[in-house]
């Protein structure tokens, strides 16, 4: 079982940042890819970015290439997603995802339905 908490949301201004963190109660996170993914009301949850915890290979939505980073920190069990140059459009719920694809680092990654496990959610309003 893993639990996930994620924060770093709030409002902010088109053209600011934010990072968001995601903290994982797990022993160890090294077979798993982590995503994350984003929803609005009355649409399905979509892809972000996910990271391979192995070797951390990265993989990104092509609407966030460019201005959204994401990544790991062992020693902390945390995955970041950094995001810059945020635009109205960005507006969204984020949560975090895992998955422990045995290896098989970013198997999958944009898929939602194959995440096992999902933390609450943060909200992330950008404002024009």
């Known amino acids: 079982q893993v639990q996930l908490v994620e924060s770093g949301g709030g409002l902010v201004q088109a053209g600011g940042s934010l990072r968001l963190s995601c903290v994982a109660s797990?022993?160890?996170?090294?077979?798993?890819?982590m995503g994350w993914f984003r929803q609005t009301p009355g649409k399905e949850r979509e892809f972000v970015a996910a990271i391979g915890w192995s070797d951390g290979r990265t993989d990104y939505a092509d609407s966030v290439k460019g201005r959204f980073t994401i990544s790991r920190d062992n020693a902390k069990n945390t995955v970041y997603l950094q995001m810059n140059s945020l635009k109205p459009e960005d507006t969204a719920v984020y949560y975090c995802?895992?998955?422990?694809?045995?290896?098989?680092?970013?198997?999958?990654?944009?898929?939602?339905?194959?995440?096992?496990?999902w933390g609450q959610g943060t909200q992330v309003t950008v404002s024009s």
């Open positions: 995802a895992a998955k422990n694809t045995f290896g098989l680092t970013l198997y999958n990654p944009t898929v939602p339905r194959t995440y096992t496990y």
């Open positions: 797990a022993r160890t996170l090294s077979r798993y890819t």
